[in-house]
């Protein structure tokens, strides 16, 4: 018996990351123009056609943004989020390797991950300056470095609070937050842009 | 020729790619002496004693990505005639309606031939293919589901898996006739039903068996072997081939 309360308080004390697996459906939220708007350094600036139209990637967050779903598949070392958009994918490293110091720009960014208590905290920097954050045509530099906070509320919902830290382009950072809703019943289906370009 | 080109330019790619990604150890690789993976250690194996096919994965060469009946003699390829003539006009346009020239993914069974590496991932549901060329992502559905019965056709077409004894097998349906099967231009219909056996050999090694069901284009299934082989301490690169694809204009063929 004694040997018993012994072995339980000597146990580690393990607590299971929350599962955040699944096919989210975004909704609400497609433009962060409310709260970048007023921050922007440069708002005479042109926005350009929508870098999209060349069927290159969405960056991060305007994926998140949706309205198109994602899929979360979640392992011990890395949580993967499958995009129908695109049908890109992300990786987010969650083995505690840092962020790289001096990556390539790329369009999705690098992104590590890790547990603040029920919240996944994704860190991503190194993006190039050629996407849009959202579908408003909000822009970025290369110096962008977005930070999304999932959590999962309940089962049949997601919230990812996601902060945008742009010192070249925007006067402070910002937080907005996207909802997801659950959708059991559906798989994402390809979506190859170049088919689909209208 | 062009096929030979065209596959060059991927490899070309990877080749230098792989110098500026930042290295990451791979958890878990057995080890030599020195420190470098042991690309003949035994195969691993899953909590559930099947082997681990999870890891990093290269096509050997540019060889089945030219071809995919590159082992094969021609005439042990068994083509309706249709798909003959099909083949034989693609060889002698080079290649130039070839999807993959105006940034159009490769396809089911190709994919894996590209020279770009594949990471496969296994989760409790699916086993994930994620690959590096077009960032671009496959789902193979473990969870017991059968196969559609009319699917919408796609470049990956639907898959779902099971492991039987060492092997994983994937059977894949609902491909677009619009996907080449190689750069030569070997063609696939939307009546194809793909069986890809995944085995582990070792570490390092493993064969993919393909075994082609189309009855559409072929007189009968017809079955050949690739040979990836592991990558390890690195990850995969993001690929974005709209990003680059200035030369759409200069393809040449008739």
Request: net charge negative.
């Amino acid at each position: 018996m004694i040997a018993a309360v012994v072995f339980l308080a000597l146990a580690p004390h393990v607590v299971a990351a929350p599962d955040l697996s699944g096919v989210w459906e975004p909704e609400g939220l497609q433009s962060m123009h409310a709260a970048a708007g007023p921050l922007l350094l440069h708002p005479e600036a042109a926005k350009g056609q929508d870098p999209d139209a060349n069927c290159t990637l969405s960056g991060i967050p305007r994926l998140d943004l949706g309205p198109k779903p994602f899929k979360i598949l979640q392992s011990p070392d890395e949580v993967v989020i499958l995009y129908q958009a695109f049908t890109t994918f992300r990786q987010v490293f969650t083995d505690g390797r840092p962020l790289p110091s001096d990556p390539q720009p790329s369009w999705l960014g690098y992104s590590v991950g890790k547990w603040d208590g029920d919240t996944l905290v994704v860190d991503t920097v190194g993006f190039n300056d050629t996407t849009w954050l959202d579908n408003a045509g909000t822009p970025h530099s290369e110096s962008l470095h977005v930070t999304e906070r999932f959590h999962r509320r309940d089962t049949g919902h997601l919230d990812i609070q996601i902060t945008v830290d742009d010192p070249k382009t925007f006067r402070h950072p910002f937080t907005v937050t996207q909802h997801a809703r659950l959708a059991p019943a559906i798989e994402l289906t390809e979506f190859i842009c170049l088919e689909n370009r209208k | 020729m062009k096929s030979f080109f065209v596959a060059c330019a991927f490899l070309f790619f990877v080749t230098i790619a792989h110098g500026q990604w930042l290295n990451y150890p791979t958890k878990n690789a057995p080890r030599t002496k020195d420190g470098k993976p042991d690309m003949s250690a035994p195969t691993p194996r899953t909590k559930d004693g099947e082997p681990d096919i999870t890891g990093i994965w290269l096509a050997n060469g540019l060889k089945y990505l030219i071809s995919i009946a590159a082992d094969l003699k021609p005439d042990e390829v068994p083509f309706q005639p249709w798909a003959a003539v099909l083949y034989k006009e693609r060889r002698e346009n080079l290649g130039r309606d070839d999807p993959n020239n105006l940034c159009l993914p490769s396809g089911t069974p190709e994919k894996e031939a590209v020279t770009s590496p594949f990471k496969i991932m296994q989760f409790p549901d699916e086993m994930l293919i994620l690959y590096e060329s077009r960032t671009i992502y496959r789902q193979i559905f473990t969870d017991g589901r059968p196969l559609p019965k009319d699917p919408t056709p796609t470049w990956q077409g639907y898959s779902i898996g099971r492991w039987e004894g060492d092997d994983f097998v994937v059977e894949t349906i609902g491909i677009t006739s619009k996907v080449w099967m190689d750069t030569n231009g070997h063609p696939i219909t939307e009546a194809a039903h793909v069986t890809e056996r995944f085995r582990r050999h070792d570490y390092g090694h493993m064969d993919i068996q393909i075994t082609i069901d189309d009855p559409k284009a072929y007189t009968k299934p017809w079955t050949i072997v690739e040979n990836p082989h592991l990558l390890a301490d690195t990850e995969l690169l993001e690929s974005v081939c709209e990003e680059n694809n200035k030369d759409a204009r200069h393809i040449v063929g008739k």
